[in-house]
């Protein structure tokens, strides 16, 4: 069974920090992963979703990569704001299954 | 679209009645995944379904949770009866296929 661990489970950075946050998986059979924010009391939101055969997605300040081989992903993120505190999770895809990581809670102090 | 819709938001019901969580995923996913997030647990996948069919129930933990299907467009989450460890945030989610999963804003249970 596919396990996903992420790493460090909580950071807190000064404002305009760049930072990484960890993601790893067990088994690098996978179609894609996607890495999810969440903000207290909401649902999840999609970020960035990476194809098995991609090696890297870039959104505005974020930028995810992917390793199948080593099964591991990181999502960073430049110039940190307030706004981006939230947890901030992983889900790996294999085919209809996804399977997430516990998360980081990620705060950026003003 | 109006994304996955889930009611009722929030819900304080009493240890032993039945609770009811629905729904409405997005028109056009063929995949619809009820997880149950914790503080201890994390996101934990309960069922997922697949063009309206159960494909995956093991993570639902006891016979006192059951979930249905009827239609492409609605789906159910009832617990009976209900114990105060079921107190969670239930989420709804729905895919197309390996695209990206789009999750509803959940559901707030609690039993006391």
């Known amino acids: 069974k596919q396990e996903v661990t992420q790493i460090p489970a909580a950071l807190s950075v000064p404002e305009g920090e760049n930072l990484v946050l960890n993601c790893s998986f067990t088994d690098s059979a996978i179609y894609n992963l996607q890495w999810f924010r969440q903000d207290p009391g909401k649902g999840l939101t999609s970020l960035l979703l990476i194809q098995s055969s991609q090696r890297e997605q870039t959104s505005g300040r974020l930028n995810a990569s992917l390793d199948k081989s080593s099964g591991r992903s990181t999502l960073y993120i430049a110039a940190s704001q307030p706004g981006d505190s939230a947890t901030y999770l992983c889900a790996v895809s294999t085919g209809n299954q996804f399977y997430f990581g516990t998360g980081t809670s990620l705060t950026v102090i003003p | ?112």
């Open chain 2, 1 to 112: 679209d109006a994304g996955v819709i889930q009611s009722p938001r929030h819900e304080v019901t009493e240890m032993g009645q039945e609770v009811t969580l629905r729904c409405k995923p997005i028109s056009g996913h063929n995949s619809l995944f009820w997880y149950r997030q914790t503080m201890m647990r994390g996101l934990e996948l309960l069922i997922y379904f697949n063009n309206n069919v159960p494909i995956d129930d093991s993570g639902m933990p006891e016979d006192r949770f059951s979930a249905k299907m009827p239609n492409a467009s609605f789906s159910t989450l009832k617990i009976q009866p209900s114990e105060p460890r079921d107190s969670a945030v239930y989420f709804c989610a729905s895919s197309l296929g390996e695209n990206t999963i789009y999750f509803g804003e959940g559901s707030w249970l609690t039993v006391v």
